[in-house]
C-alpha cells in the first residue's frame, strides 16, 4: 500500500498526545451518527468502536443500517398499533420514506419507548395540515370530549414550538405502525448481511 506523503503534512497532535487528520472544526462536531440511531446499543460497528476507544478514535460518516430516532415528550400517550405524528417542517418528510423503521425516543430520558414503521408521510401548510392529520395524531384520543382534534393537537403544536409556529409553517404527518417486537441486529451469518429483523 502506498503512502499519500502529501497527506501526512496534514496530520496533528491533539492535546491529549493522540494523532489526527481532522481538521479543528470537524473536531468541534463530535457528534457521531451512531450516536443518533436507533439501534446503536446492538451495532457490532459501534461495539468494536468502543472496544477501541482507547486508542484510535474511529467515525461512521454513512451507514446503511441506520434507524432514525423520533423524539416524544412526556406523557409518551397513544404509541400503540398505528397513529401519527406532526412535526415543523419538511426535514422529516426530506429524512424518512414509507418502510423506513424508527426509534421512538422518552425526550426526557433518552430512553426508546419502542421502534416503527413509517406507512405514510406528508407535507404542507400548517393549517391544513391539521385539519386532515390531527385526528390520527397519537395524542387526540387523549383530549377532553368537547375539544375538536384541531384544537387540541394545535394547542400542544403551540406549546411544544410557541413563537416558531405561523400560518405560513409547514408540518409532515409522520404516519407509523408500531412494531411490537421491536427490532434486533442480526449476525452477519444468520441475515446474510448483517440486516435488522
Known amino acids: ?7 501526512s503534512r496534514w496530520v496533528k497532535r ?4 493522540r494523532f489526527t487528520i481532522e481538521t479543528a472544526s470537524e473536531k468541534k462536531r463530535e457528534v457521531l451518527l451512531c450516536d443518533t440511531c436507533g439501534i446503536n446499543d446492538q ?22 443500517k441506520y434507524i432514525p430516532s423520533v423524539g416524544f415528550m412526556p406523557p409518551i400517550v397513544g404509541l400503540e398499533r398505528q397513529f401519527n405524528t406532526l412535526r415543523v417542517g419538511k426535514g422529516w418528510y426530506e429524512r424518512l420514506k414509507v418502510g423506513d423503521k ?14 416503527a414503521e413509517v406507512t405514510r408521510l406528508h407535507h404542507g401548510v400548517y393549517g391544513e395540515m391539521l385539519e386532515r392529520h390531527a385526528a390520527f395524531n397519537h395524542c387526540a384520543p387523549f383530549r377532553d370530549t368537547n ?25 409532515t404527518a ?8 421491536g427490532l434486533r441486529v442480526m449476525p452477519r451469518e444468520a441475515s446474510g448481511a448483517g440486516q435488522e429483523g
Open 102 to 115: 424508527v426509534a421512538m425516543v422518552n425526550t426526557k430520558t433518552a430512553e426508546i419507548e419502542g421502534y
Open 147 to 171: 375539544q375538536s382534534a384541531v384544537d387540541y393537537v394545535g394547542h400542544i403544536m403551540q406549546k411544544a414550538h410557541g413563537h416558531f409556529l405561523s400560518e405560513n409553517s409547514t408540518l
Open 14 to 17: 491533539t492535546e491529549s498526545g
Open 43 to 64: 451495532c457490532p460497528v459501534r461495539q468494536m468502536m468502543d472496544k477501541a476507544d482507547h486508542f484510535v478514535t474511529l467515525s461512521v460518516r454513512h451507514c446503511e
Open 174 to 181: 409522520i404516519y407509523l405502525r408500531r412494531l411490537e417486537h
Open 1 to 7: 500500500m502506498a503512502i499519500n506523503l502529501k497527506r
